[in-house]
């Protein structure tokens, strides 16, 4: 009912992007231009994306320094690890996937947020 002014989107797609209480910091429903967005905010969400973007660009060429710099001094450099995910390779498939190594739901529990990282 009334999907043409929902972009005829399900109703379980249209509530996948709903805040949730007590997640991650970085859950990206909580990003900031995407909530700017949703309200209607077009020209400051615009602005926020933006911010977010070189953001991102800025830790990305810090790490990619980082990574330079243990190279010229003989050192390991492991470089972004996720928190929650590990990579493997499938045994059937014998490509790299994702695995969830846990964390976030006793992080949850505890409401302790401390190892992530400031994205937004």
Do not use: H
């Amino acid at each position: 009912e009334n999907a043409e002014n929902m972009y005829f989107f399900s109703d379980l797609a249209l509530t996948l992007n709903e805040p949730e209480d007590r997640v991650a910091p970085t859950d990206s429903r909580l990003r900031p231009d995407q909530r700017l967005m949703e309200s209607g905010r077009w020209d400051e969400a615009n602005v926020e994306k933006q911010r977010l973007e070189e953001k991102q660009r800025a830790v990305r060429r810090r790490r990619e320094a980082e990574a330079v710099e243990a190279l010229e001094e003989g050192k390991d450099y492991e470089g972004y690890i996720p928190l929650w995910f590990e990579r493997k390779v499938d045994d059937v498939t014998g490509e790299l996937i994702c695995v969830y190594k846990g964390g976030y739901w006793e992080a949850k529990d505890k409401q302790d947020w401390s190892m992530c990282p400031d994205i937004f």
